[in-house]
C-alpha cells in the first residue's frame, strides 16, 4: 500500500538506528520481525561496530530470526567545530596489509630490477610464476616493501592458497577483506560476487596501490580484482605461468628460477649461522641437494645449525633409500623429490610428540590456525601445544602467521597430511578431527551465549573446555579470525557423518554471520544444517535450520523464498508441538507479508505469535510483538490502534525490559511527530532518552535524540533543537553509525547556532 509506504518514509528521518536496535532485539526475540525494516528501509544503516556495542548491553534475547536488509550507505567522515559551525573531515583507510618479510632475504637483482622497470612503465600486472619453494612470495613481499612509497594509497595482500590442500580462498572473502580495510561498513559491502567486484574498483579508482595476490592457482581467482585503470599495480604469484592472464589480460610474466649456486650457498650460511670457512665444500653439496630451493634451504639449514661438520657429512653421504636420495632437479620443473626429501630429514629429527602435533596439525582445514585449535586436535594443553608449535617453527616446518596463529607453507602442508595417513590410523585421524571440530562448536556456542544470553542456544551452558570471553566484542573477534576455519569445520563435519556438529555449529555462528555482515556465509552454512539435520533425523533442529535459512534469504532480499522457509518451519513445529518454535515463526511469517504488501494476512499471524508469547508468560517478547502489531496498524493509517498497542508495549515491558521500553516511547514520539503533535513528540522522546540514559543505550540515546532535536526544530526551538543533535551526532560517531552524516547535514542547515 502506498499510503503504508509514505509513513515509512515520514518516520525514517528520526528512527532509523533504534528500529535497527528494535529489530535485533526482536531477532534475539525468536521472530524475524522485519516490520521495522519496511518501515525504515530509506534510513542509514548502522555498523557493524554499533550493532555490537548495542548488543553489548542486553541482558536478554531468545531465538534465532532474521534480520532485514541494511539499508543506506556508511560514512567515515569525521566531524569538529568552530565558531559553532559544523564540518565534515573525510579520511579513508589506508590499508597496509603486506606481511612481515622473510629474514636473509637473497640476490633476485635480475627480478628486482625487472619489477622496478615495470612499475616505472604502464604495466599494471606482473605474474610471478615458478616452482613451489622457489622464493616468489618472498620476492613479492619483499619488493613491495621496498616499493611501498610508490603506492601512497596502500598495500594490498591475500594468499589464495591455490595449491594447498583443502584451503583455497574465495575470491568474495578476499573482495570482502579489502572492502573493509578500505573502511566500508559491514552493510554497505554487497553481497553479490560480481558486485563486490565493482565496488572494489569504484573504490579504488584514481587510487595508487599494490596489491599481492599471493598463491594463485588460475586466472579466474585473479581477474575479479583486478582495477579497472592503471593507477594500481597487481603482482600475482603462482607455480602456473598463468597464460591466460598473459594472453588476454596482458600480464607481464616473471619466471623464478632457482638461486644459482653462490647464492644458495650464501642462503644456507647465513641461515645456519655458519662461517663461509668452515666446510665449504660438504655445503655446497648440501646446497645443490636441496635444489638451490630458498624454502629447502633454509629447512635444512635450521636441521645443521650448531652441528659438527661430521654430522654433515653422514647428512649428504648417507641418504636412507633411493626415494629419500636429495637430488638435484632436472631442469626446473616441478618436482616433489627434493622438497620432501629436506622434510623429512627434518621431521625424523623432530621429538615423538613435536612429530605427532606436526602430522595431526594437517587435519586443520583452514590457511592458518590458532594455538588452541592446534591443542584440541593433539588433545594437549595449550601451554603443551605451544611449545610444540614452537619446535616446529625452529625447524621451518611451520610459519608464524600472527600473535598465536599459525600457517603451513603449502608443500609442507602436503607432507603433513602424508604423514598423517602413513602414521595414523582412520580411528586416530577421525578421532583427532573430532576434538577440534567439537572445540569449534563449543567455542562458536560460548560466543553466541556472549552476544545472545538470553535466544535458545545449541549447548544447554557454556562450555568450559573452550575458549571463553568477557565481552562481545572479543567473542565477535575471534568468530572473525576464525570465520573461514569455521566454514571449513562445517564442511569437514558433514564429510566424515559428524551431523550434531554439523547442525549446531551453523546455528551458533548465526549471529556472528548477522553482526559482522557476512550474509552469503550465514545463507550457505545454515542450508548445510539443514541437510544435516534431515540426515540425523532430528525435527526439531530441522524447524530451527530452516528458520536459519528463512531468516538468510530475508537478509538477501528474497522474502518469497523466505516466507517458504518459514512456513516449513512454522509446519514442524506444530508437527513437533514447539510452542516457542510457532510463536518464533509466525512472527516472522507476518514480517516476510508484510515486505509482500500482504497486511491483512501479516495482521493475523502477528496476532496469532502475540497470543502464543502470552501463553508462554513471555512479557519481554508480548511487547515487542506488540510494537511490532502497532507499526503495522500505524502503516496501515490506523494511529489511534497504533497508539492503543504502543502504550500497551510499554506497559508490558516496564520493570521487565528497560530496553523494550524505550523502544516503545520512542514509537509513541516518532507518531506524535508524524501526526504534528510536537509537544506530545517532545515529552515521548524525553522520556524514552531517559529510559536510554539508565542502561547505557549510547545506539538508542542517538536516535532518541535525533527525534527530539527535529521535534523541537519543528516548533523553531533552534537552541534545543542544537544541543540534542549535536549530543545525537556524538553518540553516533561514537558507535561509528552512518547515520551520523544525515545528522551533520540537519546541523549544518540549522542557522542561529548557539
Given at each position: 500500500?502506498?499510503?503504508?509506504r509514505?509513513?515509512?518514509r515520514a518516520?525514517?528521518a528520526a528512527t532509523?538506528t533504534?528500529?535497527v536496535?528494535?529489530a535485533?532485539?526482536?531477532?534475539?526475540?525468536?521472530g524475524t520481525?522485519?516490520l521495522m525494516w519496511l518501515?525504515?528501509s530509506?534510513?542509514?544503516?548502522?555498523t557493524?561496530?554499533s550493532i555490537?556495542?548495542?548488543?553489548?548491553r542486553?541482558?536478554?534475547?531468545?531465538?534465532?530470526?532474521?534480520?532485514?536488509?541494511p539499508?543506506?550507505?556508511?560514512?567515515?567522515?569525521?566531524?569538529s567545530t568552530?565558531?559553532?559551525?559544523?564540518?565534515?573531515?573525510?579520511?579513508r583507510?589506508?590499508p597496509?596489509q603486506?606481511?612481515?618479510?622473510?629474514?636473509?632475504?637473497t640476490d633476485r637483482e635480475?627480478?628486482r630490477?625487472?619489477?622496478?622497470?615495470?612499475r616505472?612503465?604502464?604495466a599494471?600486472?606482473?605474474v610471478?610464476?615458478?616452482?613451489?619453494?622457489?622464493?616468489?612470495?618472498a620476492?613479492?613481499v619483499h619488493?613491495?616493501?621496498?616499493?611501498k612509497?610508490?603506492?601512497?594509497?596502500?598495500?594490498?595482500y591475500?594468499?589464495l592458497?591455490?595449491?594447498a590442500?583443502g584451503t583455497?580462498i574465495?575470491?568474495?572473502?578476499?573482495?570482502?577483506n579489502?572492502l573493509?580495510a578500505?573502511?566500508?561498513?559491514p552493510?554497505?559491502?554487497p553481497?553479490?560476487p560480481?558486485?563486490?567486484a565493482?565496488?572494489?574498483?569504484?573504490?579504488?579508482?584514481?587510487r595508487?596501490?599494490?596489491?599481492?595476490?599471493?598463491?594463485?592457482?588460475?586466472?579466474?581467482?585473479?581477474?575479479?580484482?583486478?582495477?579497472?585503470s592503471?593507477?594500481?599495480m597487481?603482482?600475482?604469484t603462482?607455480?602456473?605461468?598463468?597464460?591466460p592472464?598473459i594472453?588476454?589480460?596482458?600480464?607481464?610474466?616473471?619466471?623464478l628460477k632457482?638461486?644459482?649456486?653462490s647464492?644458495?650457498l650464501a642462503l644456507l650460511?647465513?641461515?645456519?649461522?655458519?662461517?663461509n670457512?668452515?666446510h665449504h665444500?660438504?655445503m655446497?653439496?648440501?646446497?645443490?641437494?636441496?635444489?638451490?630451493?630458498?624454502?629447502?634451504l633454509?629447512i635444512i639449514a635450521?636441521?645443521i645449525r650448531?652441528?659438527?661438520?661430521?654430522?654433515?657429512?653422514?647428512l649428504?653421504g648417507?641418504?636412507?633409500d633411493?626415494k629419500?636420495?636429495?637430488?638435484?632437479?632436472?631442469?626446473?620443473?616441478?618436482?616433489?623429490?627434493?622438497?620432501?626429501?629436506?622434510?623429512?630429514?627434518?621431521?625424523d629429527?623432530?621429538?615423538?610428540?613435536?612429530?605427532?602435533?606436526?602430522?595431526?596439525?594437517?587435519l586443520?582445514k583452514g590457511?592458518?590456525?590458532?594455538?588452541e585449535a592446534?591443542?584440541?586436535?593433539?588433545g594437549?594443553?595449550v601451554?603443551e601445544?605451544?611449545q610444540?608449535l614452537s619446535?616446529l617453527?625452529?625447524?621451518n616446518?611451520?610459519?608464524?602467521?600472527?600473535?598465536?596463529?599459525?600457517?603451513?607453507?603449502?608443500l609442507?602442508?602436503a607432507?603433513?597430511?602424508?604423514?598423517?595417513?602413513?602414521?595414523e590410523s582412520?580411528v586416530?585421524?577421525?578421532?583427532?578431527a573430532?576434538?577440534?571440530?567439537?572445540?569449534?562448536?563449543?567455542?562458536?556456542d560460548?560466543v553466541d551465549?556472549?552476544?545472545?544470553?538470553?535466544?535458545?542456544?545449541?549447548?544447554?551452558a557454556?562450555s568450559?573446555w573452550a575458549k571463553t570471553?568477557?565481552?562481545?566484542?572479543?567473542?565477535?573477534?575471534w568468530?572473525?579470525?576464525?570465520?573461514?576455519?569455521l566454514?571449513?569445520?562445517?564442511?569437514?563435519?558433514v564429510?566424515?557423518?559428524?551431523?550434531?556438529?554439523?547442525?549446531?555449529?551453523?546455528i551458533?555462528?548465526?549471529y556472528?554471520?548477522?553482526l559482522?555482515?557476512?550474509?552469503?556465509?550465514r545463507?550457505?552454512?545454515a542450508?548445510?544444517?539443514?541437510?544435516?539435520?534431515?540426515?540425523?533425523?532430528?525435527r526439531?533442529?530441522?524447524a530451527?535450520?530452516?528458520t536459519c535459512?528463512?531468516g538468510?534469504e530475508?537478509?538477501?532480499?528474497?522474502a518469497p523464498?523466505?516466507?517458504?522457509?518459514?512456513?516449513r518451519?512454522?509446519?514442524?513445529?506444530?508437527e513437533?508441538?514447539d510452542?516457542?518454535?510457532?510463536a518464533?515463526?509466525?512472527?516472522n511469517?507476518?514480517n516476510?507479508l508484510?515486505q509482500?504488501e500482504?497486511?491483512?494476512?501479516?495482521?493475523?499471524?502477528?496476532n496469532?505469535?502475540?497470543r502464543?508469547?502470552?501463553?508462554?508468560?513471555?512479557?519481554?517478547s508480548e511487547?515487542i510483538e506488540l510494537?511490532?502489531?502497532?507499526?503495522i496498524?500505524?502503516?496501515?493509517?490506523?494511529?489511534?490502534e497504533a497508539?492503543?498497542l504502543?502504550?500497551?508495549?510499554?506497559n508490558?515491558?516496564h520493570?521487565?525490559?528497560?530496553q523494550?521500553e524505550g523502544?516503545a516511547l520512542?514509537?509513541l514520539?516518532?507518531?506524535?511527530?508524524s501526526?504534528?503533535?510536537f509537544?506530545?513528540?517532545?515529552t515521548?522522546?524525553?522520556k524514552?532518552?531517559?529510559v536510554r540514559?539508565?542502561?547505557d543505550?549510547?545506539?538508542?540515546?542517538?536516535?532518541?535524540?535525533?527525534?527530539?532535536?527535529?521535534a523541537f526544530?519543528a516548533l523553531?526551538?533552534?537552541?534545543?533543537?542544537?544541543?540534542?543533535?549535536?549530543?545525537s551526532?556524538t553518540?553516533y560517531e561514537?558507535?561509528?553509525?552512518?547515520?551520523?552524516?544525515?545528522?551533520?547535514e540537519?546541523?549544518?542547515n540549522?542557522?542561529?547556532?548557539?
Amino acid at each position: 500500500m502506498r499510503r503504508f509506504r509514505r509513513a515509512a518514509r515520514a518516520t525514517s528521518a528520526a528512527t532509523g538506528t533504534v528500529a535497527v536496535g528494535v529489530a535485533i532485539n526482536q531477532i534475539l526475540n525468536g521472530g524475524t520481525w522485519n516490520l521495522m525494516w519496511l518501515i525504515i528501509s530509506l534510513t542509514a544503516a548502522m555498523t557493524a561496530e554499533s550493532i555490537n556495542v548495542w548488543i553489548g548491553r542486553q541482558d536478554n534475547s531468545l531465538d534465532q530470526q532474521s534480520i532485514g536488509p541494511p539499508a543506506g550507505p556508511g560514512n567515515t567522515a569525521g566531524h569538529s567545530t568552530d565558531n559553532g559551525s559544523v564540518h565534515i573531515s573525510q579520511e579513508r583507510p589506508i590499508p597496509r596489509q603486506l606481511p612481515r618479510q622473510a629474514r636473509h632475504f637473497t640476490d633476485r637483482e635480475v627480478e628486482r630490477s625487472k619489477l622496478d622497470d615495470l612499475r616505472r612503465s604502464t604495466a599494471d600486472l606482473v605474474v610471478v610464476s615458478g616452482l613451489g619453494g622457489v622464493g616468489k612470495t618472498a620476492l613479492a613481499v619483499h619488493w613491495g616493501h621496498q616499493n611501498k612509497d610508490h603506492f601512497p594509497d596502500g598495500q594490498f595482500y591475500a594468499n589464495l592458497h591455490g595449491y594447498a590442500p583443502g584451503t583455497s580462498i574465495a575470491v568474495e572473502d578476499v573482495l570482502d577483506n579489502f572492502l573493509r580495510a578500505l573502511g566500508l561498513a559491514p552493510e554497505r559491502i554487497p553481497r553479490d560476487p560480481d558486485a563486490m567486484a565493482a565496488a572494489f574498483r569504484s573504490e579504488i579508482s584514481g587510487r595508487r596501490m599494490l596489491i599481492i595476490l599471493d598463491n594463485v592457482r588460475t586466472a579466474t581467482q585473479v581477474r575479479p580484482i583486478l582495477p579497472s585503470s592503471g593507477n594500481c599495480m597487481v603482482l600475482v604469484t603462482s607455480r602456473s605461468r598463468l597464460k591466460p592472464l598473459i594472453a588476454q589480460d596482458g600480464a607481464e610474466l616473471i619466471v623464478l628460477k632457482p638461486l644459482t649456486e653462490s647464492d644458495a650457498l650464501a642462503l644456507l650460511q647465513a641461515v645456519a649461522d655458519r662461517d663461509n670457512s668452515l666446510h665449504h665444500d660438504s655445503m655446497t653439496i648440501l646446497a645443490r641437494q636441496c635444489g638451490f630451493l630458498p624454502l629447502t634451504l633454509r629447512i635444512i639449514a635450521e636441521y645443521i645449525r650448531g652441528q659438527d661438520g661430521e654430522f654433515i657429512e653422514d647428512l649428504i653421504g648417507e641418504p636412507r633409500d633411493q626415494k629419500q636420495r636429495l637430488t638435484f632437479p632436472t631442469g626446473y620443473q616441478e618436482s616433489m623429490s627434493v622438497p620432501e626429501n629436506v622434510f623429512s630429514r627434518a621431521y625424523d629429527f623432530l621429538a615423538p610428540d613435536a612429530a605427532r602435533m606436526f602430522r595431526l596439525t594437517g587435519l586443520l582445514k583452514g590457511a592458518d590456525f590458532s594455538v588452541e585449535a592446534a591443542a584440541a586436535v593433539a588433545g594437549v594443553g595449550v601451554m603443551e601445544a605451544r611449545q610444540l608449535l614452537s619446535l616446529l617453527m625452529n625447524e621451518n616446518l611451520l610459519e608464524k602467521a600472527s600473535a598465536d596463529r599459525y600457517q603451513f607453507h603449502d608443500l609442507v602442508k602436503a607432507y603433513a597430511i602424508e604423514r598423517l595417513n602413513a602414521e595414523e590410523s582412520a580411528v586416530s585421524r577421525k578421532a583427532a578431527a573430532h576434538r577440534v571440530l567439537s572445540f569449534y562448536l563449543r567455542t562458536a556456542d560460548n560466543v553466541d551465549h556472549v552476544i545472545a544470553p538470553q535466544r535458545r542456544h545449541v549447548l544447554a551452558a557454556p562450555s568450559r573446555w573452550a575458549k571463553t570471553f568477557d565481552n562481545p566484542q572479543s567473542a565477535l573477534s575471534w568468530c572473525e579470525a576464525e570465520r573461514l576455519n569455521l566454514i571449513a569445520a562445517i564442511d569437514q563435519s558433514v564429510l566424515l557423518g559428524f551431523e550434531e556438529i554439523g547442525w549446531k555449529l551453523p546455528i551458533a555462528l548465526t549471529y556472528f554471520f548477522i553482526l559482522n555482515s557476512h550474509p552469503v556465509n550465514r545463507h550457505r552454512t545454515a542450508l548445510v544444517a539443514v541437510d544435516a539435520a534431515r540426515r540425523a533425523g532430528d525435527r526439531y533442529a530441522e524447524a530451527w535450520g530452516e528458520t536459519c535459512v528463512g531468516g538468510a534469504e530475508l537478509a538477501l532480499g528474497r522474502a518469497p523464498d523466505a516466507l517458504g522457509r518459514f512456513q516449513r518451519a512454522l509446519s514442524v513445529c506444530m508437527e513437533i508441538n514447539d510452542t516457542q518454535g510457532q510463536a518464533i515463526n509466525l512472527g516472522n511469517v507476518a514480517n516476510t507479508l508484510v515486505q509482500l504488501e500482504r497486511y491483512e494476512e501479516a495482521l493475523d499471524h502477528a496476532n496469532e505469535s502475540l497470543r502464543l508469547f502470552r501463553s508462554l508468560h513471555d512479557q519481554r517478547s508480548e511487547s515487542i510483538e506488540l510494537r511490532l502489531i502497532g507499526s503495522i496498524h500505524r502503516g496501515l493509517g490506523d494511529n489511534d490502534e497504533a497508539s492503543r498497542l504502543y502504550h500497551a508495549a510499554v506497559n508490558a515491558a516496564h520493570g521487565v525490559d528497560l530496553q523494550s521500553e524505550g523502544d516503545a516511547l520512542q514509537e509513541l514520539g516518532e507518531l506524535a511527530r508524524s501526526q504534528k503533535k510536537f509537544p506530545a513528540a517532545v515529552t515521548w522522546f524525553q522520556k524514552s532518552i531517559d529510559v536510554r540514559r539508565r542502561i547505557d543505550d549510547k545506539l538508542g540515546l542517538a536516535t532518541s535524540l535525533l527525534g527530539l532535536g527535529s521535534a523541537f526544530r519543528a516548533l523553531d526551538d533552534t537552541h534545543m533543537a542544537y544541543a540534542a543533535l549535536s549530543e545525537s551526532l556524538t553518540m553516533y560517531e561514537l558507535l561509528g553509525n552512518a547515520k551520523a552524516s544525515e545528522v551533520r547535514e540537519i546541523l549544518d542547515n540549522i542557522t542561529g547556532q548557539p
